[in-house]
């Protein structure tokens, strides 16, 4: 989290997060903007040390998306 915050505010903004995530895995950073809404519990645009916390007790995942079979057309 602290290897994070380049502005050292003491909080993750979207672009801190979407870079971390994409640490991890590239393909993670497109649910940044997910997470952070559903993650964050001020609703400052941040997610402060105790947001996080809370999120990884939780389990902040992302929406439930319809899989479409092969028989069915958009």
């Keep these: ?3 994070s915050d380049r502005h050292r505010a003491g909080v993750l ?3 801190e997060l979407r ?3 994409q640490r991890i895995d590239p393909v993670l950073g497109r649910w ?3 997470i952070l809404r559903n993650a964050d519990v001020s609703k400052n645009g941040a997610l402060g ?3 996080i916390e809370s999120a990884q007790r939780q389990g902040v995942s992302p929406p439930k998306t319809k899989r479409r ?4 057309k958009k």
Excluded: I, K, N
């Design 49 to 51: 040390r105790l947001e």
């Design 19 to 21: 870079r971390a995530l």
């Design 1 to 3: 989290y602290r290897a």
């Design 32 to 34: 940044a903007e997910v």
């Design 69 to 72: 079979g092969p028989s069915q």
């Design 13 to 15: 903004d979207a672009t």
